[in-house]
């Protein structure tokens, strides 16, 4: 991978199709469009050109845009040929662009890589570009369009901000006390803050579950014992048949999932194997899988046709939220009592599904709040963000130790959230210092 490249590749869905559109990025974007087309249209105006080999052959007729660096995707020059979405059409316009010397097939992911490199994105925003594609939900594309929109970042920028500000008056103190105008103790201008800061952290980290549970799903685990109805059910909310459904206990051995949309949110649905005693090697290897789902669930839906189940045997060891399920209400003449469940449905009639549902959306999170969206979504947020938290409270924890080790657990915290987002701290301070006091009067 050479920066110097100019990389090209089918930046639009799958073929055939209407319009397909081809991205070019590199020094050669100017000299692709030439080649191609003759000459190159003004910047940013959609022109409708011919676009020929390098026989002279007329391949296509589209729109074409040229895009001069830095104002561009990837801050590079860049250029788009919109063109007919026929395969044979995009091959060779491809097979053209390949044929210009300079120009490559871009990797997987080049063109955002080259945006990062270039300053045009960070890192949050490269993964919220990433998810927003992915989006299924209408949750996931809010969530997404936060990050890739910057959002995000303009939070953790903020943050390293005040991380990097504290740090400039520590080193006003340390270097240049003896200058009227720098403060005479840091403690009450920055160390009030660093504890706001770190509690904001904190605050922060704890929507990690919530920002889990809309960018991937809410996982909702359904068990029970063999000929509960759980694949029944998979299938009825799936609208398809998904997992086998006969008489015979233990059909289910292996876990299976569907991914439904409910009030905007991704939610993924499990089917298990029955839970019970089984010499069968193959069911019990089904069942421990079952177990090690129920034990990562967010939701666990346990059903059971018994009129009165053991459900605290059927739940095992999981701790987290649980709905009792009563089943095949159709068939069942036997009245429960009350209490003893949390819905009865029959998938043959479909009878209590939709207060199933509406319990299960019940454990969707509330993010209706405005600034709800800014959350962290990726395990590796949350381990950096986490160091950086701690790197603060050692430098609160420390003051005995002096203004400078304090100062250093400021800048590794700083390094810590810059690795977030792909901007590890420079060192700007003396432009800080510089800025806010006249030290060089």
């Given at each position: 991978m050479k920066a110097a490249d100019?990389?090209?590749?089918?930046?639009?869905?799958?073929?055939?199709?209407g319009v397909a559109v081809v991205r070019v990025s590199g020094p050669g974007s100017r000299t692709a469009i030439a080649s191609l087309c003759g000459r190159v249209p003004a910047p940013r105006r959609a022109s409708l050109m011919s676009i020929r080999n390098r026989n002279g052959e007329k391949l296509d007729e589209g729109v074409i845009l040229f895009f001069p660096g830095p104002s561009s995707f990837t801050g590079e020059d860049c250029?788009?040929?919109?063109?007919?979405g026929g395969r044979a059409t995009v091959k060779a316009a491809l097979a053209t662009l390949s044929g210009i010397h300079g120009?490559?097939?871009?990797?997987?992911?080049?063109?955002?890589?080259?945006?990062?490199?270039?300053?045009?994105?960070?890192?949050v925003e490269v993964e919220g570009l990433a998810d927003l594609i992915a989006a299924e939900t209408e949750m996931q594309r809010r969530l997404a369009a936060e990050q890739a929109s910057g959002g995000l970042s303009r939070?953790?920028?903020?943050?390293?901000?005040r991380l990097t500000h504290a740090r400039a008056m520590i080193e006003a103190e340390l270097d240049f006390a003896d200058e009227d105008d720098v403060p005479g103790s840091v403690a009450s201008s920055i160390w009030s803050d660093m504890r706001l800061l770190e509690q904001e952290i904190l605050n922060h980290l704890s929507g990690m579950r919530i920002g889990e549970i809309v960018r991937d799903g809410l996982k909702v685990v359904i068990a029970g014992p063999p000929n509960a109805g759980k694949s029944s059910l998979l299938n009825y909310l799936a609208k398809r048949d998904v997992a086998i459904v006969t008489d015979v206990p233990g059909t289910t051995r292996d876990v299976l999932h569907v991914d439904l949309d409910l009030a905007g949110f991704a939610v993924r649905l499990y089917d298990t194997a029955g839970l019970r005693e089984t010499n069968d090697i193959v069911e019990r290897e089904g069942i421990r899988r079952t177990q090690l789902s129920m034990a990562e669930a967010h939701l666990l839906l346990v059903l059971s046709e018994d009129p009165d189940p053991d459900w605290q045997a059927l739940m095992g060891d999981h701790d987290g939220p649980v709905l009792r399920v009563r089943t095949k209400a159709d068939k069942i003449e036997t009245p429960w009592r009350a209490g003893t469940a949390d819905v009865t449905i029959s998938v043959k009639h479909g009878s209590g599904m939709e207060q199933l549902l509406d319990a299960i959306g019940r454990h969707l999170p509330d993010i209706e709040a405005g600034s709800a969206l800014a959350l962290p979504t990726r395990q590796r947020h949350a381990l950096?963000?986490?160091?950086?938290?701690?790197?603060?409270?050692?430098?609160?924890?420390?003051?005995?130790?002096?203004?400078?080790?304090?100062?250093?657990h400021l800048r590794l915290a700083g390094q810590a959230l810059g690795r977030v987002t792909?901007?590890?701290?420079?060192?700007h301070l003396l432009d800080v210092i510089f800025s806010e006091f006249c030290i060089g009067k």
């Open positions: 100019t990389i090209f590749a089918l930046s639009s869905g799958g073929l055939p199709s250029a788009e040929f919109q063109i007919h120009l490559r097939p871009a990797e997987a992911g080049e063109f955002s890589r080259r945006a990062f490199l270039n300053g045009r994105m960070d890192l939070l953790y920028d903020s943050w390293a901000k950096n963000l986490t160091v950086a938290r701690q790197e603060i409270l050692l430098a609160l924890e420390v003051e005995a130790a002096g203004l400078d080790i304090q100062a250093e792909g901007r590890v701290d420079v060192e």
